[in-house]
């Protein structure tokens, strides 16, 4: 039976694997799709004609038969029908020996069919990089639902199986396990009589039993979801709901203000529409906050938005925050061992970014990366660094 491509999940984890893999020649494709018919029907046509450009790259180099090998992962994928009918905004696939991944992208991306000794991977890294992105957590007693996006989109999240989706499923709960729907009187020493509670006990147990929920969901989210994709994670529930999940949450993710409503009430539009009106106030923030760190870092000499002098703090480990301007191009390469921009890659500015290997290199070196747009930038040179010392 014919199977589905599902696609692969975009982490931090997953960019650092397509980083170390060793193999050789690396794919990589990009190209903008469609959600809708009938603008999706377009896309499996200019897939295959990608594919044709790095079979035509590839035949170069490589006998028939190992061209041949390299492309049959990216012809079975142009013939899952399923596959093209459920696609975003933007596609990527990268292939090598040993190593095949597909990543639905939310925001559409230029067309590219290159062959290297490694992938291209900017448009994946200023994906996981920006700061406009975050999940919602759609929670009542009796669901749970993850969607990710940004102002212009959000889409379901498939939730990891750790993820306990009903009060039944969290690991250890007896439905025949006693709750507080009782009441004893008589204190210390005297006597001891069990008393049904009535309305009141009802309403103990249901509590008990969502703080429960709650707690098992907030662990599994936070180990499968928020931890792994490093995004900001925003509540939508009602409001005792927002109280109680609030009080047993330990992630530090979790964004301080939410949406106080039934996420069951809402069309995927309103969803969006309202998380986004959330989530904006508090993305500007967070935007101030970095750019005021910068400013105060430069002013005692510990920051620089020089592009050649953050080249070489970063080879040296000694970034701390890295702000990058979004849509910014530099062409070229870094030299990771001197730090030096090297211009043997100008002729094709889409392939071989400054910008794209410098983000790579301070997150190597445990700096963190953040894409800003340029209005929100520090600087107009396109980068703006903080420094450890």
């Known amino acids: 039976m014919k ?6 999940a975009l982490t931090r984890a997953s960019l650092a694997d397509l980083a170390s893999f060793q193999e050789r020649p690396c794919l990589s494709l990009y190209q903008p799709t469609h959600r809708r018919h009938p603008d999706n029907q377009q896309d499996p046509i200019r897939f295959r004609h990608l594919v044709k450009a790095l079979e035509t790259s590839l035949r170069q180099q490589h006998a028939s038969d190992a061209v ?20 975003q905004d933007g ?13 639905l992208l939310q925001q559409p991306v230029a067309e590219l069919a290159v062959v290297a000794d490694s992938f291209h991977t900017k448009p994946l890294r200023q994906t996981l990089q920006s700061v406009e992105r975050y999940q919602v957590l759609a929670l009542s007693r009796h669901s749970v639902q993850l969607v990710e996006g940004n102002r212009h989109a959000l889409d379901a999240v498939a ?6 989706q009903t009060l039944s499923a969290v690991p250890g709960y007896d439905r025949s396990e006693p709750h ?15 008393m ?3 309305q009141g006990g009802k309403k103990d ?13 907030d662990r599994a989210v936070l180990e499968h979801h928020s931890r792994p994709s490093g995004l900001p994670l925003m509540l939508a529930a009602l409001p005792e709901h927002h109280h109680l999940f609030r009080q047993v949450s330990h992630n530090p993710f979790l964004m301080s203000s939410g949406l106080m409503v039934d996420p069951q009430g809402l069309t995927p539009a309103d969803l969006r529409q309202r998380a986004w009106e959330v989530a904006a106030p508090q993305q500007q923030a967070q935007q101030a906050a970095w750019s005021d760190a910068y400013a105060a870092a430069a002013g005692k000499g510990m920051g620089s938005a020089d592009l050649a002098q953050v080249t070489h703090a970063a080879v040296a480990g000694r970034v701390a925050t890295l702000l990058i301007e979004a849509e910014c191009e530099l062409a070229g390469r870094i030299d990771a061992a001197t730090g030096r921009i090297d211009p043997a890659e100008m002729a094709n500015p889409r392939v071989g970014d400054v910008l794209d290997d410098l983000g790579a290199l301070v997150e190597k070196m445990g700096g963190q990366v953040h894409v800003l747009p340029a209005d929100s930038m520090p600087s107009r040179t396109g980068v703006a660094a903080s420094f450890r010392h």
């Open 196 to 198: 049904h509670d009535g």
């Open 3 to 8: 199977t589905t491509r599902t696609p692969d």
């Open 68 to 87: 041949k090998t390299l492309v049959a992962p990216f012809e079975a994928l142009a013939q899952d029908h399923d596959f093209w009918n459920h696609t």
């Open 205 to 217: 147990a249901i509590d008990i039993d969502t703080e429960r929920f709650f707690r098992a969901v």
């Open 159 to 164: 939730l990891a199986p750790g993820v306990p």
């Open 91 to 103: 596609l990527a696939v990268l292939g090598t020996p040993g190593l095949f991944r597909v990543f």
């Open 180 to 194: 507080t729907s009782v009441s004893s009187h008589g204190g210390i020493g005297g006597g001891h009589v069990a």
